[in-house]
Nanobody, 120 residues
Framework: QVQLVESGGGLVQAGGSLRLSCAASGTIFSINNMAWYLKVPGKQRELVARISRGGSPVYTDFVKGRFTISRDNAKNTVYLQMNSLKPEDTAVYYC??????????????WGQGTQVTVSS
């Protein structure tokens, strides 16, 4: 059973920083793309950043220059360093990954989410 477990959310003042972590566990043969999404009430989840197995990142425009996604393949972990946080970054942040838990089969998994609240 594959699980994604996020940590690192919390309450921070505007201009501050947080670092989110997401560790994948279980029977894992390989992990392709890993990503972070956010969700605010009344809206759909939207992509924040994605990183390939080789480490190539993609960012949505509103976090470029402020957030950095990275991963440690040996630890099956993805990180999101969030700097210069703004109140509008307040959301539940979800980890997402494409994981091969069986040879020849790739499935998409979600974490349970971690709340990030930025006060003004």
């Amino acid at each position: 059973q594959v699980q994604l477990v996020e940590s690192g959310g919390g309450l921070v003042q505007a201009g501050g920083s947080l670092r989110l972590s997401c560790a994948a566990s279980g029977t894992i043969f390989s992990i392709n793309n890993m990503a972070w999404y956010l969700k605010v009430p009344g809206k759909q989840r939207e992509l924040v950043a994605r990183i390939s197995r080789g480490g190539s990142p993609v960012y949505t425009d509103f976090v470029k220059g402020r957030f950095t996604i990275s991963r440690d393949n040996a630890k099956n972990t993805v990180y999101l360093q969030m700097n210069s946080l703004k109140p509008e970054d307040t959301a539940v942040y979800y980890c997402n990954a494409d994981i091969s838990a069986e040879i020849g089969r790739l499935s998409n998994y979600w974490g349970q989410g971690t709340q990030v609240t930025v006060s003004s």
